[in-house]
């Protein structure tokens, strides 16, 4: 057994300290970042969001709207070659729109299949793992960097710095950060393991440029401050679950529920109002394990909840309403690009006293 005494921080434990600023509009701040692979050599030139590869949210129906703002959509590992041939069509979902599989060899056979048969070929491919620690993880990223030297390649899920160079030195362009940390996983509480999402940002982050990779912190955002915080940690994409559910462009099922009010109408009772839910899950969740798999197995721990997430209409209101808490962000300290962002960050530990903004029942 070892003890690690350094102190963890999540989004929720830090602000950002505001700084003199020569900008004098929100809109003075550019928020398009551009990288260049390590391996791949690809370029990507956009918003660095991502919509994460879960069921009610991975889906092209999401991408169609994010890719309008140069965001990309990670799908769901769902999708089949049907589904490909009738959305996947332009150069923009190439550039936008990143399939997603497990590390099976039928996966990987899918995989290939969908590629190979399209006219316009992927550029990326995101390895749809919780646990990125195990060994088959870098068997399979070598597996396909041989395959596909062309490809970028996305992996994970780590928190440590080790992990991180790991990956990359396997032939991993991006690595996802995050354990636990997600609106809809509950692998702290089932399992015991995890780090704050913060502090494995900056620790991830550190390791992964020192070697010319890069990083996405997946999971663990409720609001824009909270996605403002990854990038100021040093993450190069942020990946969204929770942020993105509950809007016409995810998947999940719509609740309505008839709530009593304490207001009466002209016959003195109560009126009736009726309230509108998506339903959300974790892909590690009952109820995706009965969707797709015909239930939980009998060696496994659910380490995903479904819960009910108030609708929220249109996805771009909530893309606006992000873009615009970037920018003002910017303004505050400083930046007036988001690539200087974590340059200009300073961080202050304050008590954990911040109250979600979007209310979910677990159901």
Known sequence: MRLDNDIKLDFDDVLIKPKRSKMKSRQDVNINREFTFLHSKKVFSGVPIMASNMDTVGRFEMANILKNYKMITVLNKFYNLDDFKRNYTS??????????????????????????????????????VANGYGEYMIEFIRKIRKILPEITIIGGNVVSGEMTEELILSGCDIVKVGIGSGAACTTRIKTGVGCPQLSAVIECADAAHGLGGLIISDGGCKTPADIVKAFAGGADFVMLGGMLAGHDESGGEIIIERIKTDRLNEYNKHIIEEKKYKIFYGMSSNTAQEKYYGGQKQYRASEGRTVKIEYRGKVEDTIREIEGGIRSACTYTGASKLKDLSKCTTFLRVNNTHNRVYEKKEI
Do not use: R, W
């Not at 969908?114 to 995101?126: A, S």
């Open 91 to 128: 150069i923009e979902d190439s550039k936008y729109v990143i399939p997603s599989i497990g590390t099976s060899e039928n996966e990987l056979n899918k995989f290939l299949e969908i590629y190979n048969e399209l006219v316009v070929k992927p550029e990326y491919i995101c390895i749809d």
